[in-house]
């Protein structure tokens, strides 16, 4: 715990100007960033009698190491340059909104030749035209359902409509007019574009021409006496009709606004919005965040503008946004969105009416979504803390463990051998820092020695990225560097493990399975560890404790691969699954938690997520390993010509058996290859015959068997019943 006052500014330093400033941790990882009119009032507040502040302020002062600042010339650019700090930074200590689920939009794909109606998540693409968010996907699907009726736009995906057109017969859609059909050219591109953009304009509010237009279309038909032409137009208008009515009229002057509500308590807050367009209800969203610094209502609100419109322009941010607090200053929250928007944005408090009227109805929304999140959350803030502090006793630790790391070990029968670790930072779970790893330094099943090698890997990284930020003072401890130096490469793994590591006196294994790109991508890729100017680097933030699934063996060996390392630092503890056991390096007797303890449920809980991380990437691997070939192994051999070799010869099993001039008659095959790919399979071995577990069919992968993935029907698996492999399966 740093005392602010070791890096307080000297008097005068500050500039009494607009800015931006970040404090930063020990590790010069960013914690905290926020903006202020004048950069010398709001830092001086900061470090005053630490008595006098808020708790969670104080925490986030002690936690600093240092404080840094940048001009701006005014307050809309403090802004801006707030909102991209914080989603460059992610800092620990800002208010960060939770999307509960990610929100679905109707969307319709005018950057297309053939526009298509589809659900889509996620980011916005361009060309795209987005309607929503709706609350379910479900909801989307009835709306279209009832205006494909009216509107036959194309709704299926590439492959189906690249399908139709080649056999010349549309899908069951085309059939029943629901589909214009443009794969067989029942509609030239440019009348359907014209369709999509009728499907637009309606969605988008424009209904009450296009259903007078319907309507006198229905009454010239009933006056010719084309009764059936009316009465399709009849059903037309009352499909519309009820499409309509599931987005209610609100607002009577066909406003377009955002109406943002905010529930909070002394933890916690949440944040509902309802998007009004054209005096309708066409959206609805709704955030929940923890205050882990000292906010007001207003700062609240200024935070979900920014997570709503950081990204957006022009139309997607409305002319009226109605809020039940103002930002202070509320003039470069309003200058911005202007800005964004390139016209003027009404930023108020709907203090009478109809708007009013509304904005409590979305109040009362984020009333019921606070209470429910309270209710679902496996713990809040206070349970979170208990939870860190019960471990903490426990363990004899000096102080709660705020950043865990987890490591589990898992294979099928010793093969397919990885590991994962899992990170919970203040007792939730931190998916972007989860790392999984290849066991490379031998072959066979030995949990231990695994334990060790992911261990030493993880952590030679992490010493590693100590050593190039100069964090060590000259004359330490040599078996430290020496450790972080025994034939790494900046970006790669050194051949692993307490054997095999050059550099310890033992040749690496000539048996370890070589390295695979993707796994190394997966060790050193990863958004939250921050370089020195706070930016993401690798394995360089340590954690407080270290958990590793499983008993007093594993526990030994990720002390011992710590230990060798030089490490000393960082408390190690063991969950066994038998007896949910704690246990503690070179302890006989295992610490047992009272089985109602929030400490235990915690660890549980981390437990828990580092074997599912784990056995996920062993049954990818698996998956892969099934689907492999012996062309696979053809130095030179590109998936094109593989493809013409199979394509060719029917299977693998032909051409194994096929002479060095009937594979060159392959095109694009040479006699140099042909020798090269007979050579290759007359050394591989042809595996066992596998058995398709929906059929029970006895299955020759080199007959053509289809690609499969794990846990999928069809997928080829060993010999024994499903709960023989499970047990087999860790």
């Avoid at 006098?52 to 925490?59: G, M």
């Avoid at 470069?332 to 408090?349: A, E």
């Avoid at 679902?376 to 206070?382: P, V």
């Amino acid at each position: 715990m740093a005392d602010p006052s070791s890096y307080r500014p000297r008097p005068g330093e500050i500039p009494d100007s607009p800015g931006v400033y970040r404090f930063r941790d020990e590790h010069r990882r960013v914690i905290y960033v926020g903006k202020a009119k004048s950069l010398r009032q709001r830092l001086a507040n900061y470090f005053q009698d630490l008595a006098n502040l808020h708790p969670r302020t104080r925490t986030m002062v002690t936690t600093a190491a240092s404080v840094e600042w940048t001009v701006v010339s005014t307050e809309v650019e403090a802004l801006q340059l707030e909102y991209s700090w914080i989603k460059e930074y992610d800092p620990r200590f800002n208010v960060k909104y939770r999307d509960d689920k990610s929100y679905p939009y109707l969307a319709v794909t005018m950057n297309e030749e053939f526009p298509r109606v589809q659900v889509m998540r996620g980011h916005k693409k361009k060309g795209v035209r987005y309607f929503g968010p709706y609350g379910h996907a479900w909801a989307i699907r009835d709306t279209v359902d009832l205006l494909l009726r009216v509107f036959p736009v194309r709704t299926c995906s590439a492959g189906v409509f690249k399908n139709a057109a080649r056999t010349g017969r549309p899908c069951l859609l085309g059939y029943i007019g629901k589909c214009s059909a443009p794969c067989v050219e029942r509609i030239s591109a440019e009348d359907h574009q014209e369709l999509a953009e009728e499907f637009c304009d309606f969605m988008a509010g424009r209904t009450g021409t296009y259903l007078r237009r319907l309507e006198r279309k229905m009454g010239e038909a009933a006056e010719d006496m084309e009764y059936e032409r009316a009465a399709r137009l009849r059903d037309d208008i009352g499909a519309l009709r009820k499409a309509m009515e599931k987005s209610a009229v609100v607002l009577a002057d066909a406003t377009d606004a955002d109406l943002i509500a905010v529930a909070e308590d002394e933890l916690e807050a949440a944040v509902q919005i309802f998007h009004v367009r054209g005096g309708r209800v066409r959206g609805q969203r709704g955030w929940v965040t923890d205050k882990v610094e000292e906010i007001t209502t207003g700062a609240l609100v200024e935070h979900a503008l920014q997570q709503l419109y950081g990204e957006e322009s022009g139309d997607a941010v409305p002319k009226e946004v109605l809020v039940p607090a103002l930002p202070e200053p509320v003039e470069p929250v309003q200058q911005w969105l202007t800005d964004r928007r390139g016209s003027g944005v009404s930023l108020r408090i709907p203090q009478r009416g109809d708007k009013k009227a509304l904005m409590e109805t979305v109040q009362r929304n984020a009333q019921q979504a606070l209470v429910l999140h309270k209710t679902k959350r496996a713990s809040d803030l206070t349970t979170r803390s208990r939870a860190l502090e019960e471990i903490a006793d426990a363990l004899d630790l000096d102080s709660a463990p705020l950043r865990i790391e987890c490591y589990d070990i898992s294979h099928l029968q010793g093969d397919d051998v990885v590991a994962s670790m899992v990170v919970f930072e203040d007792g939730l779970a931190r998916k972007s820092e989860y790392r999984r790893f290849q066991i490379k330094g031998f072959r066979g099943q030995d949990d231990v020695r695994s334990m060790h090698e992911v261990i030493t890997r993880r952590f030679r990284r992490y010493l590693a990225e100590k050593e190039r930020t100069g964090e060590w003072a000259d004359g330490e401890d040599d078996g430290a560097t020496t450790a972080t130096t025994d034939g790494e490469t900046p970006g790669h793994d050194a051949a692993p493990g307490n054997d095999t590591a050059p550099g310890n006196g033992t040749a690496p294994d000539p048996h370890a399975t070589p390295r695979d790109a993707a796994d190394d991508l997966a060790l050193t890729d990863g958004p939250a560890l921050k370089d020195d100017d706070g930016r993401p680097k690798r394995f360089a933030y340590p954690p407080q404790l270290v958990v590793v699934d499983g008993g007093q063996p594993q526990v030994a060996a990720a002390q011992r691969a710590l230990d060798e390392l030089g490490i000393d630092d960082i408390a190690v503890c063991g969950l066994a699954k038998r007896l949910e056991e704690v246990w503690l390096p070179r302890e006989d007797d295992p610490v047992v938690l009272p089985r109602t303890s929030e400490g235990l449920y915690l660890l549980q809980r981390v437990r828990d997520e580092a074997h599912r991380f784990a056995i996920t990437y062993q049954r990818t691997k698996r998956a892969k390993r099934f689907r492999s070939s012996p062309l696979d192994e053809v130095p030179g051999l590109g998936e094109t010509r593989k493809q013409a070799l199979i394509k060719h010869f029917g299977s693998v099993k032909k051409l194994r058996s096929a002479t060095i001039d009937q594979i060159c008659e392959v095109p694009g095959i040479g006699r140099k290859t042909a020798e090269t790919v007979a050579v290759a399979l007359a050394r591989a071995t042809p595996a066992a015959p596998a058995v398709n577990t929906a059929t029970g069919e006895i299955m020759d992968d080199e007959d053509g068997a289809p690609e499969t993935t794990a846990d999928a029907p069809g997928e080829p698996v060993s010999a024994g019943t499903p709960d023989e492999r499970r047990g087999q399966e860790r």
